[in-house]
């Protein structure tokens, strides 16, 4: 929207499925082209934080924008209203999301996943939707897989044809979702890459992770939440070499 | 360390095992008996006469019941697709946050899926008594069309809703089981890509939805054929109710319930061929790769012998410049 607002900013985001509270207050800011790892122990809700970034989860308290604009909301009168299907769609149209379990469409080949939103949600030609996807295959160096159907293709290569699947949409912001936590480690490392290249072009990303190498690396910010809560942020060289929390010196010992 | 050679697959092991193998009286004692059991009962069909084949043979391709057959493919095709739209329909209503779409949905399946379809099509046949005239229109609005009621339900139309009305009620079980199987993480991302509800629905959920519902799916049509016999009841012009006629005027019953019987099982025959190419359609992307269709086995088996001689080479005795002009010569 504007060009100085923040790319993603949350202010006091609160989540609760039934009587668990999920996040207990979380309050950050993404600027355009940041790249910022999110870490911490399995059930601190760093996954329901990245959901309800394109309204995958609704929020129950706190306020939560995508480039100046109230993500699954309309603010009028003092009230928020919820906004229809149609426009909510709009909006995470311009958002990519990658997922742990990759969720390629399986009745689909690797081309046919990149073009199929494309095509339906922006319309267009067939022919300029499949160069299109041809080239972001070959960007993740998938070309010779354009028909394989992804009970074909290895995890590391389906999570590459997931986020150019991402890509096709022309996102302002990507959200990746553990995204090579379900991977044999030996493939890591091309998925990683793909990631690597696509900060440098800078595109703007929150990455859930438990790759602290990639987060030393890549990421300009760095945020360890538990329980819920944002214990500590900052830049990941710093954060990493001086954990100033506790709960973040035990969880880094762990994994480290 | 790189002394060490890597250890390559050795290919001058020993031979490849050559076991002899278990021995299965059991098996052998089973076969005996079914293959004894299969032999009387043909015997017993064939010697018979009251069976009457000559007259099975001849009433076959009766123009009758020619015609009876394509009445019942036709009350088939109606009915079931009537029961698929209405299944598709009512499962995703059932599936619907709305809990008066929802309970909506649920009514339909517990009524009609608790009475009895022909109590059903005698209901249906009889709507006449009921509502003497059908209007077209608003409801508690303007009305733009009357039609009365006995000229409107036909036996082909009373057991082609009945049976169509009821299937419905299944269908929508089936489809939302099928619906229901698939992962939730498909929705998720298709939602993600910025697909709407619907589209995501349509495009991503029920094309996968597919594997799960064909197989019941082709059951239920094959039960279809066979049901539609009931038209029966209210004097339609289909299979059975062709061949009863018939039986009617000549005291031959048997002899025509055993042409109306060859010709279900024709058709439930070529049902299962139908059922069996379309779970391959929807089996895309699946396993690996598909095995090939029995059609495929025989031609493939054709080409391979037919093909065999290309194995020689150019320098074989049928050259492929040879084998091309021997085939222009014939």
Known sequence: MTASAPMVKAEGVHKRFGRLEVLRGISLEVARGEVMCIIGPSGSGKS?????????????????????????????????????????????????????????????????????????VRGGARAAATEEATTLLR????????????SQLSGGQQQRVAIARALAMKPKLMLF????????????????????????????????THEIGFAREVADALVFMDEGVIVESGDPREVLANPRHERTKLFLSKVL | MSDVPLSAPDSHGPEDIEAVAVRHPG???????????????????????????GQVGHFLF?????????????????????GIVLGVLLAVMRLSPNPLVAGGSWLYV??????????????????????????????????????????????????????GLNEGAYMSEIVRAGIISVDEGQTEAALSLGMTRLQTMRRIVLPQAMRVIIPPTGNETISMLKTTSLAFVVAGADLLSAAENIAG??????????????????????LYVGQYYLERYYARGSSRELPPTPLQRIRRGVFSVRHDPVALGPLGPLGGVERHEGGSIR
């Open chain 2, 110 to 163: 517990w009524f009609f899926r608790g009475t009895p379809v022909l109590v059903q099509i005698l209901f249906w046949y009889n709507i006449g008594a009921l509502y003497p005239s059908i209007h077209l229109g608003i409801p508690f609005g303007p009305q733009f069309v009357a039609i009365n009621a006995n000229s409107l339900v036909t036996p082909f139309l009373t057991v082609a809703l009945g049976l």
């Open chain 2, 27 to 53: 098996r052998w004692v089973a076969s005996a008996i079914v293959l004894l059991l299969a032999v009387a009962i043909v015997n017993s069909m064939a010697t018979n006469p009251r069976f009457g084949w």
């Open chain 1, 177 to 208: 979702d553990e995204p090579t936590s379900a991977l044999d480690p030996e493939l890591v490392g091309d998925v990683l890459d793909v990631m690597r290249d696509l900060a440098r072009e800078g595109m703007t990303m929150i990455v859930v």
């Open chain 1, 48 to 120: 329901t934080f990245l959901r309800a970034i394109n309204h995958l989860e609704k929020i129950n308290r706190g306020r939560l924008w995508v480039d100046g604009e109230l993500v699954g909301y309309r603010e009028h009168g003092g009230k928020l209203h919820e906004l229809p299907d149609r426009e909510v769609a709009k909006r995470r149209a311009e958002i990519g999301m990658v997922f742990q379990r990759f969720n390629l469409f399986p009745h689909k080949t690797a081309l046919e996943n990149v073009i199929e939103a494309p095509r339906l």
């Open chain 2, 249 to 270: 005027a000549n005291f031959e019953p048997i002899q025509l319930l055993i042409v109306a019987s060859i010709w279900y099982l024709v058709l439930t025959s070529v």
């Open chain 2, 62 to 82: 009766d123009h009758r019941i020619t015609s009876g057959v394509v009445v019942t493919i036709e009350l088939t095709v109606a009915a079931q697709a009537l």
């Open chain 1, 139 to 150: 960007r993740v160096g998938l070309s010779d897989k354009l028909a394989s159907y992804p």
